[in-house]
């Protein structure tokens, strides 16, 4: 099956600082990728969709500035959180789709994050 | 508008069966998903449903009725590993999956 990486797995960081999280594609071209949020007992929430080559589409209520994504080839999406702050602690999961099977996504293993 | 429901929580029994339900309301429908989440993993896929009836895959099956927005995920001899959330999510007619809030399943032995 499809294959997704993300990294890093985890990181800890000190507030205002910034983090940028990859994810790829390893075996197909993603036509469109999706950043996901997760707090703790809770469901996935959508960040943002985006496409190769241009720019992407946030949910309501999620800052553009603050979660930069870029998706400059088939196969790399990265979502750079800016001046991160405590409450941007979560687990944060691209998926992306593509290949054979356009209906499914496809999820990377997930990047938690702490801010401290 | 579009809505997704499924329950918080669910307790089974080891070796026993177990069904999930999901219904869910939308005007574009492009099939129903069911992820299976581990604490602090990311989703794995589990099936896909696009026309109404079972789909069986080993220990678990799928089950789609389009005209009452309803499915279910069944899942039998269950096992110790089985404890886990399971998100059920539709596809809506821009090919965006619509998430439900996932049914977290005790297994006891």
């Known amino acids: 099956g499809a294959v997704v990486s993300q990294h890093p797995s985890w990181v800890i960081c000190k507030s205002g600082t910034s983090v940028k999280i990859e994810c790829r594609s390893l075996?197909?071209?993603?036509?469109?990728m999706f950043w996901y949020r997760q707090f703790p007992k809770q469901s996935l929430m959508l960040m943002a969709t985006?496409?190769?080559?241009?720019?992407?589409?946030?949910e309501q209520g999620v800052e553009k500035d603050k979660f930069l994504i870029n998706h400059a080839s088939l196969t790399l999406s990265t979502l750079t959180v800016t001046s991160a702050h405590p409450e941007d602690s979560s687990f944060y999961i691209c998926?992306?789709?593509?290949?054979?099977?356009?209906?499914?996504?496809?999820f990377g293993p997930g990047t938690r994050l702490t801010v401290l | 508008g579009q809505n997704i429901d499924q329950p918080t929580e669910m307790t089974a029994t080891e070796g026993a069966i177990v069904q999930i339900n999901c219904t869910y309301q939308?005007?574009?429908?492009?099939?129903l998903f069911w992820y299976q989440q581990h604490a602090g993993e990311a989703p794995t896929f589990l099936s896909y449903n696009v026309l109404d009836g079972l789909e069986e895959k080993g220990r678990f099956s799928s089950f789609l009725s389009r005209s009452k927005g309803y499915s279910y995920l069944l899942l039998k001899e269950l096992q110790m590993k089985d404890s886990a959330s399971y998100l059920c999510?539709?596809?809506?007619?821009?090919?965006?999956?619509?998430w439900g809030a996932g049914t977290k399943l005790i297994i006891k032995p």
């Open positions: 075996d197909f071209q993603a036509t469109t």
């Open positions: 999510a539709f596809m809506d007619s821009n090919y965006q999956l619509i």
């Open positions: 985006s496409n190769e080559g241009s720019k992407a589409t946030y």
């Open positions: 939308t005007s574009g429908f492009n099939g």
């Open positions: 998926s992306a789709r593509g290949g054979l099977d356009y209906n499914e996504q496809f």
